[in-house]
């Protein structure tokens, strides 16, 4: 099974594993890159997650990660998270985000919180960059590290928008999010990449649609022609209940 699905394939096992790897450890440098690159602001040191100058949306760092070399969360990785939000008043429609300073997040937090994992003691997962949650959430947890915790302020157009949401996020609302990444895991990789099962498999899913797309028309017809229908009309022999 194995040697047919490396033929199915034209890649084996082993080579299939490796280039992944590659593929993977060069994203993951790029992503390094594109991280560490992002700017910084003075006034309260918080990260321009968008990456584009604006300070729009932003990060500011609440723990570092504990481990040395902790794992970038990666798009497409299956992201594993606890988190808490509230809404956020000091933003305005054109401008940069607010200066996260200690008074703004105490604000917000002594109101109820529109939603929270913690509260539920389950983490929440979802598929990074998958479209899932808002892109305020795309984009800034694909800048965290597994065990780092983080306020995310998030505009209104990586958040919600001008819809607002089920009646418990008003249009246009500024947000701030409580997030640590609890695990970031590799998705399985798509395309042409199989496994001796899922190859066997394949095949005789492919086998099964040309039988009943091409061959059992054919036989149908030859059968009709060879056994006319009766006065019922019916090509199939069988018995027949009247309702």
Sequence with gaps: AGAMASAFTGVSDHERAARQQADREAKLKAREDRVAALEKRAEDGAIDILGDGSFRSVKKVIEEASADGAALAMPGDRASVHYTGWLLEGGTDDKAAPVVTEALIAKAKAKPPFDSSRSRGKYFQFTLAGMQVIPGWDIGVATMRVGERAHLVVAPEQGYGASGAGGVIPPNAWLLFDVELVRAE??????????????????????????????????????????????????????????
């Excluded at 149908?220 to 006319?228: D, L, T, Y």
């Design 186 to 243: 590799a998705a399985e990789t798509g395309g042409l990449s199989f496994t001796s099962s899922q190859a066997m498999a394949g095949i005789a899913l492919v086998a099964l649609m040309i039988y009943y797309v091409f061959i059992f028309p054919l036989l149908q017809k030859q059968r009709a022609f060879e056994s006319p229908p009766d006065e019922d009309g019916a090509l199939f022999s069988g018995d027949s209940e009247e309702l």
